[in-house]
């Protein structure tokens, strides 16, 4: 009895990383890797049975994946606009700063989220307009903002996908 009690307590725990780990993603934080420390406990919990270490080492491998992506992104999104490398990091610290201040705003998630992008386009935008001395500089910031986007939901992809292969493997065998 003790030891079934256990193995639902873990699955809750497993359930609560995965939920947990695509809410992060969603304020482009490294939720991925909530998913992968889920993982980890289910193929503890389940050593004969699915997911395996075969499965943690792949979910492994698409979250080093995911923030290789996510590193790039910003900057790739700002050179494609034809901004600066120096605005390529303004984006991500822009991003950053927003994302402490979006949580000012009083809407859970979305706050965040939207001082992310917010800050992105700010620091972005002042940078090339200092640089530039015109107009693109908007162009280049929507750049860094429509880049951190796609990573976004890049990432949100990436978490669920990882959690419904996880659940649907552990519900199958």
Known sequence: ???AVGLWAAYGVIG???LAGIALTAISLSGTWLVVAGTLLAVLVR???FPGWWTL???VAVSAAVEGVEAVAGAWGVKQRG???AAGLAAMLGGFLGLLLGGLIPVP???SLLGMLIGSFVLVFAWERRRLKSQD???IAWG???ARALVILFKAGAALGMTAVLVWGMAAG
């Open 1 to 3: 009895m003790a030891q």
């Open 16 to 18: 609560l990383l995965c």
């Open 47 to 49: 050593p004969d049975r």
């Open 57 to 59: 080492a792949a979910f």
């Open 83 to 85: 901004g600066s490398p």
């Open 109 to 111: 998630v979305a706050g």
């Open 137 to 139: 500089a908007a162009n």
């Open 144 to 146: 860094a903002v429509t």
